[in-house]
Structure formats: structure tokens, C-alpha cells
């Protein structure tokens, strides 16, 4: 059965610093992976995602994300945090087309301090 | 512009009533979605339709029901049947050639 990781519940940063949220998934065969946002009281924004070929893909706001097999892992990055950045983000991971069969992580809240 | 539609945002009920959750798309998906969200536990996936006048369980279909007779519309309710309904419910639908998801703004559930 296909799962995914988001091993930080919550996470601090200071406005200005470096992001980076972490993302593991468990798939028997190459996923379709997504990064999503979501501000408090609010749906999903879709960030980025990846489908094939280069590993290192780029989103919306300046983030990125980089697909890494040998690590089943799909962090999320950002160089420098602006204090709008705060919200809850959630990894989900699925087979071609997504939909029904995506399986979403438990998110990670982020904090921005000014 | 196009989206999806969810009303009421906010709702409230009294133990053992129904009540009816509305989603409308004009982004012309075939694919409509209805997620529960509670803290710490992220999206879970209620029920799904990928095509008019059909619908298939997601992991927790009981104590809720819904319906596709247009394409625009998913409507979703939530029964006297369901033993905590007091959650954020998304509805969404799916960009097929993509497989993006795209979402409502949500509707809070309050039992009484």
C-alpha cells in the first residue's frame, strides 16, 4: 500500500532563512508527487509537483522540490521564507492521474517569525 | 474565472439531523472528490465520481452519501448516521492530463 511520511508536525523559521520540509513515500512503481499549501481555514493550493524527468522541479512562491528515488523522498525548499509563507503544507503521493488513489500526508504547519 | 464553489462555509447542526454540503465546479472536470480534514490527520477521501450519474466509496463513506446528476455538481450529505461529524470538508476536482487536484475553500461542520 502506498503511504506517505511528513515527519515534522510543526516548524519554526525566521523570515529570511532557508525552508526545507521533508517528504517520504512508500510506492511500489515511479509515483506522481505533489506538494500542496493550505492558509488557515482555506482549501489546497497545488505548489509543484512531479511527474518524469528532472528531479529538481520548481513551483510557485519560489519553492522547489527534488525527487529523490533512492531515498523515497520528495523535500520541499525554499531559499528565503517571507512571512506569508505560513500555513500548513501537505506532500501526497499516487499513480498515473492521481485522483482517487493520491494519499496525502498529515502536513507540517509552518511558522514564520518576523 | 474558473473553480469550484463550496457553500456554506461555516454550518451548523443538532445531533441527528442531516444536512447537505454543496460543491459546484465550472472547470468542466469530469472527476469530483470529497475529502474530511481533522487536525493532525490530513485528507481523507470520502467519496468520489468520475463521471455523471456514478460515484464510488472512498476509505470513509459511512454515515455520509451523495449524489452526480450534472456534471457541475457534487453535493454531499452528511447523515444523522455519522458518529463525529464535526470536521473541515474540501470538495475537488481533477485536471485528468495532469492529475492536479484543484479545491474548494472548505465548509466547517459544527454538531451541537
Known amino acids: 500500500a502506498q503511504s506517505v511520511t511528513q515527519p515534522d508536525i510543526h516548524i519554526t523559521v525566521s523570515e529570511g532563512a532557508s525552508l526545507e520540509l521533508r517528504c517520504n513515500y512508500s510506492y511500489g512503481a515511479t509515483p506522481y508527487l505533489f506538494w500542496y499549501v493550505q492558509s488557515p481555514g482555506q482549501g489546497l493550493q497545488l505548489l509543484l509537483k512531479y511527474f518524469s524527468g528532472d528531479t529538481l522541479v520548481q513551483g510557485i512562491k519560489g519553492f522547489e522540490a527534488e525527487f529523490k528515488r533512492s531515498q523515497s523522498s520528495f523535500n520541499l525548499r525554499k531559499p528565503s521564507v517571507h512571512w506569508s509563507d505560513a500555513a500548513e503544507y501537505f506532500c501526497?503521493?499516487?499513480?498515473?492521474?492521481?485522483?482517487?488513489?493520491?494519499?496525502f500526508g498529515t502536513g507540517t504547519q509552518l511558522k514564520v517569525e518576523l | 474565472d474558473g473553480g469550484i464553489t463550496q457553500s456554506p462555509k461555516y454550518l451548523f447542526r443538532k445531533e441527528g439531523q442531516n444536512v447537505t454540503l454543496s460543491c459546484e465546479q465550472n472547470?468542466?472536470?469530469?472527476?469530483m472528490y470529497w475529502y474530511r480534514q481533522d487536525p493532525g490527520q490530513g485528507l481523507r477521501l470520502i467519496y468520489y465520481?468520475?463521471?455523471?450519474?456514478?460515484?464510488q466509496k472512498g476509505d470513509i463513506a459511512e454515515g455520509y452519501s451523495v449524489s452526480r446528476e450534472k456534471k457541475e455538481s457534487f453535493p454531499l450529505t452528511v447523515t444523522s448516521a455519522q458518529k463525529n461529524p464535526t470536521a473541515f470538508y474540501l470538495c475537488a476536482s481533477l485536471r485528468t492530463n495532469t492529475g492536479e487536484l484543484f479545491f474548494g475553500e472548505g465548509s466547517r461542520l459544527t454538531v451541537l
Open positions: 472547470l468542466n472536470h469530469d472527476a
Open positions: 501526497a503521493v499516487g499513480p498515473t492521474g492521481g485522483g482517487n488513489k493520491l494519499t
Open positions: 465520481s468520475q463521471i455523471v450519474n456514478d460515484f
